[in-house]
């Protein structure tokens, strides 16, 4: 077999299974970089295996297998140095080892999201963890998504294992009594992947894609796994909604185009309609979360695709049960506009001057906001004010034209 | 902490100040970010520098100084200016070097201060005595 073919028969294993392959290993060991050590072992010696002996027919027992090997002996190596437990933990599995058969291996990648998003981790790693070890991302990437230093994700991801390790944190589903807290903090970090670090996920430049894709296979892991909890299809859905309409947020020059002046044309039906079917599913449960709300919220949106309206006051009352449930600035920046819509820029303006100062010092879409509803308030002084804070605060250059091009163009 | 974020240019850049029509698309956005970081409290200082080609360099050579017209190196880009800021953590400070106004052409370098000036006081005073 020639190497480029093994190579491609590696490539495409890691690809199916890297995440099935780690989460058994380290579910073992509650040891993630020594798994990760340990498959790259395999990995290294399927190259030099396979061109030799052909592609085994279950390529990922025989990578599980080889890569049980290396935990065993590195276990059999740190007893000398360290407790007995690695070597008890080793001893287990190559009892099991004997009995297990091949081809099938169990799906531990669930323990291994809610261990990512373990209380014990640092909120920031959750994310960067699940990119890592389940969809086998390496750091360097990670890290130029977030805009952090490789070295520094680096050191961020060994000290998050090494805590995994050292505080021996287990490899559970969660208790139903605990499980929504635990799944709330496995959703939010796969939702912080899809926004990758940015706040504003709806005026992002599309070109810069990030983690949506990788986060949208997150989630779909998740689903795949947790089939019957209605916020996991909430999530899925407000990310396929929001992709949907990637193509749309810049026009051919490049230039911002806001939501609601986007070309429907341009959504993608195909992902529209998977978010519909999946939030239409997910409100059967009747149990509302944050995730359906604003889902919901975006599916209202997506609905001008075929209507060619908006129905501002469904947004609004949307809005209005998102600030009751989860009432974070976004959602509260969000229900003023909506406010304006429909009814009038003054009773949105009062809802955007009622929240706290302190937390829009440096919040952009609020200033975006205020720019927009002062202006058609005719209180042009503040608008200009408002609006030049709002492009201070952009990180976007096509964001920053748009809104320079407002002040000529009021509303 | 603080830290200073450093704005480096490439000579296009820089030599857009001195046509009048570029200058204010230069200067409007970055005036808009000054004026964001004075309002969220975080500005301590910051400047423009003036053209590299004006730059007078000392080296440290044998027993004194040497002058020469700077830059030293001739490098693509060349440091434009400065904004120091007071931020509680880094994360925050990345938030603001993410802010600042991107051109092609144009580097943002983010580098935290050794520490603030009035804890440098007593080090200084260390070395005078």
Request: with cysteine; proline share 6%.
């Amino acid at each position: 077999m020639s190497d480029d073919a093994t190579h491609r028969a590696v490539e495409q294993a890691a690809r199916a299974s890297y995440g099935r392959l780690l989460a058994f290993l380290a579910a073992r060991t509650r040891d993630v970089a020594a798994a990760e050590d340990a498959l790259a072992d395999a990995f290294h010696a399927a190259l030099e295996h396979w061109p030799r002996d052909g592609v085994p027919a279950q390529p990922e027992a025989w990578l599980l297998t080889a890569a049980r090997r290396r935990l065993i002996d590195a276990a059999r190596r740190a007893q000398v140095r360290r407790d007995a437990l690695p070597t008890l933990l080793a001893a287990a599995d190559e009892a099991e080892e004997q009995t297990m058969p091949d081809a099938t291996f169990p799906d531990e990648r669930l323990k291994l999201l809610f261990v990512c998003a373990h209380p014990a981790i640092a909120r920031e790693v959750h994310t960067p963890l699940m990119l890592q070890t389940v969809l086998g991302l390496d750091a360097a990437r990670i890290a130029s998504a977030f805009l952090v230093k490789p070295a520094t994700m680096g050191q961020r991801l060994s000290r998050a294992k090494a805590k995994i390790r050292d505080a021996n944190i287990a490899f559970e589903v969660p208790l139903s009594g605990e499980l929504p807290a635990r799944l709330g903090a496995v959703l939010e970090a796969i939702y912080a992947a899809y926004g990758s670090g940015w706040d504003d996920v709806a005026g992002a430049d599309p070109r810069r894609r990030g983690l949506a894709t990788e986060a949208v296979a997150l989630g779909r892991t998740l689903l795949q796994l947790l089939p019957a909890e209605p916020e996991v299809r909430g999530l899925l859905a407000l990310m396929l909604y929001c992709e949907s309409r990637r193509d749309a947020r810049r026009d051919e020059g490049g230039a911002y185009v806001p939501l609601s002046r986007q070309d429907a044309a341009r959504w993608s039906r195909p992902m529209i309609g998977e978010a519909d079917r999946l939030l239409q599913d997910a409100q059967r449960a009747k149990r509302l979360g944050r995730f359906q709300l604003e889902a919901a919220i975006q599916s209202v949106h997506a609905r001008r695709a075929a209507t060619g309206v908006t129905d501002w006051e469904a947004l609004a009352l949307l809005y209005e049960g998102l600030v009751r449930l989860a009432p974070t600035i976004g959602a509260l920046v969000g229900r003023a506009a909506a406010v304006a819509e429909a009814r009038d820029a003054a009773q949105g303006w009062a809802l955007l001057q009622a929240i706290p100062a302190d937390a829009v010092r440096d919040y952009q879409p609020y200033w975006a906001l205020a720019a927009h509803l002062l202006a058609r308030l005719q209180r042009h002084a503040e608008a200009d004010t408002a609006r030049e804070r709002a492009i201070g605060l952009c990180e976007d250059t096509a964001m920053r034209v748009f809104l320079r091009q407002q002040a000529r163009n009021p509303p | 902490m603080q830290c200073t974020i450093l704005i480096h240019e490439q000579a296009h850049i820089i030599a857009m100040r001195n046509d009048p029509a570029q200058r204010a698309a230069l200067y409007a956005p970055i005036g808009a970010y000054l004026e964001a970081l004075k309002e969220a409290g975080v500005f301590v200082s910051g400047a423009g520098l003036e053209e590299p080609s004006t730059a007078t360099e000392l080296s440290a050579a044998g027993d004194g100084w040497q002058a020469q017209d700077g830059p030293y190196a001739d490098t693509k880009e060349q440091l434009a200016g400065f904004f120091l800021i007071d931020v509680p953590d880094r994360a925050t400070a990345l938030a603001w070097a993410r802010r600042c106004p991107v051109l092609p052409g144009r580097t943002v370098e983010l580098r935290g201060n050794l520490c603030r000036p009035e804890e440098m006081q007593p080090a200084l005073r260390a070395v005078q005595a």
